[in-house]
């Protein structure tokens, strides 16, 4: 069983920059794919990023390419979402996930961290 914890959430100024991190804990095996969603009220979740393990082949979505960098600290298993020139639009609770070979649905990510809330204010 795998779990995910997330950390770093907190409320910023539009232009500034906020790094989460994710702690995976459990074993992971075969082609993991580790990446971030995100949520606000009455929406359904959006893809933000994604990173394979096996060869790091990374996704962004293009409402954050070129402002949010994923990355990932092999020393201590976890995962980092480096965001950047943050807007008012970027503004959600931001979940770390975790699935088998999954591409950028929601459904395709078996495990979901409990999320972590980014408010940026203008």
């Known amino acids: 069983q795998v779990q995910l914890v997330e950390s770093g959430g907190k409320l910023v100024q539009a232009g500034e920059s906020l790094r989460l991190s994710c702690e995976c804990r459990?074993?992971?095996?075969?082609?993991?794919?580790m990446g971030w969603f995100r949520q606000t009220p009455g929406l359904e979740r959006e893809f933000v990023a994604s990173?394979?393990?096996?060869?790091?082949?990374?996704v962004y979505a293009d409402s954050v390419k070129g402002r949010f960098t994923i990355s990932r600290d092999y020393t201590y298993n976890t995962m980092s979402l480096q965001m950047d020139s943050l807007k008012s639009e970027d503004t959600a609770v931001y979940y770390c996930v975790g699935g088998f070979r999954a591409g950028v649905m929601a459904s395709e990510y078996d495990f979901w961290g409990q999320g972590t809330q980014v408010t940026v204010s203008s």
């Open positions: 990173m394979d393990w096996s060869d790091e082949q990374i």
């Open positions: 459990g074993r992971t095996h075969g082609d993991v794919t």
